[in-house]
């Protein structure tokens, strides 16, 4: 006898009909798209088993290294990263080079003789919010892709230093109590869901869109005392009594950027982390967490910014860079950078 749980899940949009369909409507698509997609859903999967085997099997805790940018290497952050180098390690004739927070240098895939590797380079936060691991709390995943040339990667930048605006693709992975996978490659944002007994992402939201304007917002408020008196005076306002006006907002600040932003992309509102005393170019990663999100975000209606410009035009100057990120509704955006430059 089949239930209605098995009708479903035969009729259910996996991602990889979803996109040979989008494809299908654009006959330019190559094929190659849906690959790569497949490739990152199987690395999310594996991941999404790793994390719920996290305090059963020996995967908690440091690695006892420090990563590129001077970070504790979490054991699951290292695992994360193997996760995509495995799924990506035989398929270069699609990706040739992976940039990733764990990893110093470009990660040349080298399967394919030279002249025959892909025409793809995939930046990657393989672990976001890892720090979170250890308190059974919500992380994810972030990639983004890029079109380059056969020169990329021979060494740290050469031809991988691509703006925003040039991504072919961009998403993340949100481990919580169900695993998503939200992307874009330019017509639209779309969201799935891992069911977890047919082993496939099933569409969820198709054209994603957010509200223009919230009533939360996301920020690490211990770090007030460092930020610029603009900034300050955005968060002093965005907590003052103005019914009218939707104020005071509310504040929820996970410690994981993916789970932040899809807060927002679900319910509307800002997510900041400035530049600081001492530290102008903020936290976070320009190529595999700020430039990703901002492209989904765009695509979903939002918008994202230094505070003085938009993510999606900035030039990296090196793969790793650092940048401050403010980043969703569209108004309340535009509200954070008219604080943070001195226009209110
Ligand atoms: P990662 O785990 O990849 O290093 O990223 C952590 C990031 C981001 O997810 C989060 O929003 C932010 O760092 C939290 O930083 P603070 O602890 O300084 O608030
Ligand atoms: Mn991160
Ligand atoms: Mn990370």
């Known amino acids: 006898m089949t239930t209605s749980r098995d009708n479903l899940a035969q009729t259910a949009v ?34 999404a088993r790793n994390l719920s085997q996290a305090g059963l099997i020996d995967v908690l805790g440091l690695t006892g290294e420090t990563n590129v940018q001077g970070e504790a290497v979490q054991k699951l952050d290292r695992k994360s990263n193997e996760a995509f180098v495995r799924a990506f390690e035989y398929y ?49 995943s972030i990639f983004s892709v890029h079109k380059v040339g056969e020169q990329a990667g021979r060494d740290a930048n050469t031809d991988l230093l691509k703006i925003g605006s040039e991504q072919v693709a961009a998403g993340y992975i949100l481990y919580g109590p169900s695993t998503i996978l939200v992307y874009t490659d330019g017509g639209g944002v779309h969201q799935f869901t891992l069911d977890p007994e047919i082993g496939e992402f099933v569409l969820s939201v198709r054209h994603v869109r957010m509200p223009s304007k919230g009533k939360v ?63 102008s170019e903020g936290k976070l990663r320009l190529m595999y967490e700020a430039a990703p999100l901002a492209f989904i975000v765009e ?39 008219q604080f943070i430059q001195g226009r209110r």
């Open 14 to 47: 996996t991602l990889t009909r979803h996109i040979l369909e989008e494809q299908a409507v654009h006959p330019e698509a190559t094929g190659e798209f849906s690959t790569i997609m497949a490739q990152i859903a199987l690395a999310a999967k594996l991941i």
């Open 92 to 140: 270069g004739g699609l990706v040739r080079t992976l940039v990733s927070e764990e990893m110093d240098q470009p990660f040349q895939v080298s399967s394919l003789p030279p002249g025959k590797r892909g025409k793809y380079a995939l930046f990657l936060d393989p672990l976001d919010g890892s720090s979170n691991v250890d308190v059974n709390a919500t992380v994810g």
């Open 217 to 279: 917002y996301s920020v690490n408020e211990g770090n007030y005392g460092k930020w610029s008196k603009g900034m300050q005076r955005f968060v002093d306002y965005l907590r003052e009594k103005d019914p009218a006006g939707g104020r005071p907002y509310s504040s929820r600040y996970s410690g994981c950027l993916v789970a932040d932003v899809h807060r927002l992309l679900t319910t509307g509102g800002v997510y900041l982390y400035p530049a600081e005393a001492g530290k």
């Open 299 to 337: 695509q979903a209606g939002g918008s994202a910014s230094t505070g003085t410009e938009p993510i999606s035009k900035l030039q990296p100057t090196t793969v790793h860079q650092r940048v401050p990120l403010i980043i969703g509704s569209r108004e309340d955006v535009s509200s954070a950078e």
